[in-house]
C-alpha cells in the first residue's frame, strides 16, 4: 500500500504536469470508485481549471477553481498519463484535459476513492482529524501522544497521530532508532521519543528521495517504479543478517501487522 513518500512522489509529478490544466470531462468507468461530497455530478468538473496538487498523509488533495477534490489510492491505486503506461485494464476514471492530454486511475483492487467535494476544507478522514505530517509534528506533543499502553508501533500507525506512516516506514524508523516495535509507548524515554520522530522523517525522506517502494503495484506518476525497496533494512527482510550486528531479522505480528525488526539492536 502506498504511504506518504509513495504519494508525495505522485503529487510532484502532478504538480509538475497537471497544474493550469482545464479539465474537459470526467469518464467514470467504475461507479464506486467516484464520489460527492454534495449535490452534483461529473459535470461540474468541466471547464474548471487544476490550480494546485497538495497532499495530507497518504491522500493527494487537488484544487479546482470550484471544487477541492481528494484522492486515496489505497492498495492498488496508479495514477498516469497515457500513452506513458500499458496495460488498460482495471481502469476506474479518465481525466480527460482540454489540452487532450488524459489522466488514468487504475486500481486492481477497486479501494481506491476520487471525492469531489465543494470548495472549501475538503475532508480527508470520515471520522476524525487526521494527524500532523511528521516533519510538523511538534516534539512536545509527540512525547503526549506516547503516555499509552499500546504497543510503539500500533502508535506509528495511528493516522489521527502522525498521517502517512504505514508498515514500511515504521518498521524501517523503529530499526533505526533502535526500538523493540512492541515497546509500551509510555516506556520511552524524551530522547528515545525524539529519536523516534527524527528516523520517521530521514526514511520518509529517503523514501522520496528513491522515487518510493515498489514491491507490487506502485507506480510514480510517471509511470516507473521506485527503487526505495532496494534501500529498507528490516521490512521483509526476515531470516537476513542485520545490517549492524549481521544478527537475523525477525517478524512477529503488532497491532494485527507484520512486524521485521532485529532482536539484538531493538530494545
Ligand atoms: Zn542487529
Known sequence: ??????????????????????????????????????????????????????????????????NDLVIHLRMTGQ?????????????????????????????????????????????????????????EMPLALWFDELKTERAIKAVLLDQHILAGVGNIYADEALYQSGIHPERKASSLDQHEANNLLMAVRVVME??????????????GGDGKKGSMQDHLSVYQKTGSKCRKCSGPISRIKVAGRSSHFCPRCQK
Open 206 to 219: 529517503k523514501g522520496i528521495r528513491f522515487g518510493g517502494t515498489t514491491f507490487r503495484d506502485y507506480l
Open 79 to 135: 495514477l498516469y498519463f497515457e500513452p506513458e503506461r500499458e496495460p488498460k485494464d482495471h481502469i476506474r476514471w479518465v481525466m480527460n484535459f482540454q489540452s487532450g492530454r488524459k489522466l488514468y486511475f487504475r486500481d486492481v483492487r477497486k479501494f481506491g476513492r476520487l471525492v469531489v467535494h465543494p470548495k472549501g476544507a475538503p475532508k480527508f478522514c470520515k471520522n476524525a482529524e487526521i494527524g500532523f505530517e511528521p516533519w
Open 1 to 66: 500500500m502506498p504511504e506518504l513518500p509513495e504519494v508525495e512522489v505522485i503529487r510532484r509529478f502532478l504538480n509538475r504536469n497537471i497544474v493550469q490544466e482545464k479539465i474537459d470531462s470526467l469518464d467514470i468507468l467504475y461507479d464506486r470508485s467516484v464520489e460527492f461530497e454534495g449535490d452534483f455530478n461529473a459535470s461540474v468538473l468541466c471547464g474548471q481549471r487544476i490550480c494546485f496538487v497538495d497532499r495530507k498523509g497518504k491522500y493527494l488533495h487537488l484544487g479546482l477553481d470550484r
